[in-house]
């Protein structure tokens, strides 16, 4: 069930933290033995493969994933966003006509995925190290990279605090993905095996969404929703809302996988493996960020619509410090033990990566940060501004490796991505404490 209707004074910011907790202990829950899961799943590709091999491999996923990023919205924002009040006032019509609104989106989404990765292969795979033989196998997996987006199904249970049943089908993925490589790394460990088992675990946790979903009623609610038209009218904003979120998150979120293709294109597969390989064991500090985002977006967008700018910065405040101070621990952790963990994952050939570990490592802990920043502008409707900085990071991040990476190779695209992050957090943190203040119109 949703929250209780909200009051000017009476939504309570400590509450909106001990939700925020909540939710996000649920989703802590589930990632954390993911993360175990996921250094396994990664170990017997790339022990399977070599790094050579892994590294054509995390290019092909790579390129995949990046384009769903591209293609996808995030429907998920946008239930949120304008189903609080929906929800609160038990309007079940209009709850329908944004579910399924947002579902179009979803659905139009992978309609042009799907044309665009054709085009690429087409024009384009011979620059992405994909001969004949993967060709085919590259374009199924692509295509269902991008039919599996499962934002809506996202959005309707964030709406509906179902936490522990999201976080139960987002495990779907790593299990699926760990039992798979296993089982290919034993009986047929080509490429080809390890992308079939990548593309089922994306089926399988697609359907546990949409199963969850239909089991709550909501699936049903969604059937039956109107004239998506009147959903237009009823909330003149949105289409400005859904475009402005989906760039800032393909801005963000492309640019943890263009630097991949980058490397891989100049410096050639092996280098693309060993800057895969670091980048994940990092990349689970921005998967800790994008939780953060996901368990708190639901409450800050009641807090912002319950409280004045100075309750919102305290919550603000409390975000910023407890988040910076999570992603200095973790940090920690990286430097001191990443290298043996790095090397047991992958094999001494790999430890030669341990510097981007660091490097990307210390770009999670700033875009954790972030994160606040970044969540309270999109529940303001502010989500423009958070585009025009995340373009201005992507510049400053492209800048600084038309530099670094013909000097120091992989080891400077990931200081390009660090000084990109910190160019997001500082210009996040300005305007969005500007923008705060009590007597700001």
Not at 73 to 84: A, P
Not at 158 to 177: C, E, G, Y
Not at 381 to 405: H, K, N, Q, T, Y
Request: proline share 3%; net charge positive.
């Amino acid at each position: 069930m949703v929250s209780a209707p909200l009051t000017q004074n009476g939504f309570g910011l400590g509450r909106a933290g001990r939700a925020v907790a909540r939710n996000l202990g649920w989703l802590l829950a589930s990632k954390g033995v993911l993360a175990i899961l996921s250094l396994f799943y990664l170990g017997f590709a790339a022990r399977a493969l070599g790094v050579t091999g892994f590294g054509r491999f995390a290019l092909i996923t790579g390129a995949a994933q990046a384009l769903a990023t591209l293609v996808a919205f995030q429907s998920w924002k946008v239930i949120v966003q304008y189903g609080v009040g929906l929800a609160c006032a038990e309007d079940d019509s209009g709850l329908a006509r944004l579910f399924k609104g947002a579902a179009i989106l979803d659905l139009a989404s992978a309609v042009v995925g799907s044309v665009v990765a054709v085009i690429i292969l087409e024009l384009w795979s011979e620059q992405l190290g994909i001969g004949p033989t993967l060709k085919r196998a590259t374009l199924i997996f692509a295509v269902i990279q991008v039919i599996t987006i499962r934002s809506t199904p996202l959005g309707i249970l964030r709406l509906r605090d179902q936490f522990p049943m999201a976080a139960m089908a987002d495990s779907a993925t790593a299990v699926t993905r760990f039992l798979g490589a296993g089982i290919v790394m034993l009986v047929h460990p080509t490429v080809q095996g390890f992308m079939v088992v990548w593309a089922l675990a994306e089926i399988v946790t697609a359907a546990i969404y949409w199963t969850i979903v239909a089991r709550s009623g909501d699936l049903g609610l969604l059937w039956r929703g109107g004239n998506v038209g009147r959903l237009l009218r009823d909330h003149p904003g949105i289409i400005g809302f859904a475009l402005s979120t989906n760039a800032s998150a393909t801005l963000a979120l492309s640019s943890k996988q263009v630097p991949l293709l980058a490397v891989g294109a100049v410096l050639g597969p092996a280098a693309a493996g060993v800057f895969r390989l670091a980048g994940q064991l990092a990349q689970g500090l921005a998967k800790v960020s994008q939780l953060v985002a996901r368990a708190a977006f639901s409450e800050v967008v009641r807090a912002v619509q319950g409280s004045d700018r100075r309750g919102v910065r305290r919550l603000l405040l409390r975000a910023v410090g407890a988040s910076s101070l999570g992603g200095l621990l973790i940090l920690a952790v990286v430097v001191a033990v990443g290298e043996p963990v790095l090397a047991l994952v992958a094999g001494r050939r790999v430890v030669g990566g341990y510097p981007i570990l660091v490097a990307m490592a210390a770009a999670g802990c700033v875009e954790f940060a972030a994160t606040a920043f970044d969540t309270v502008m999109t529940a303001r409707g502010e989500a423009g501004i958070v585009f025009a900085i995340r373009c201005a990071s992507v510049a400053v991040l492209a800048a600084v490796a038309v530099i670094a990476v013909p000097i120091f190779g992989a080891t400077g695209m990931a200081v390009a991505v660090l000084i990109g992050s910190l160019a997001a957090v500082l210009l996040m943190a300005v305007t969005c404490w500007w923008r705060l203040r009590p007597e700001a119109a």
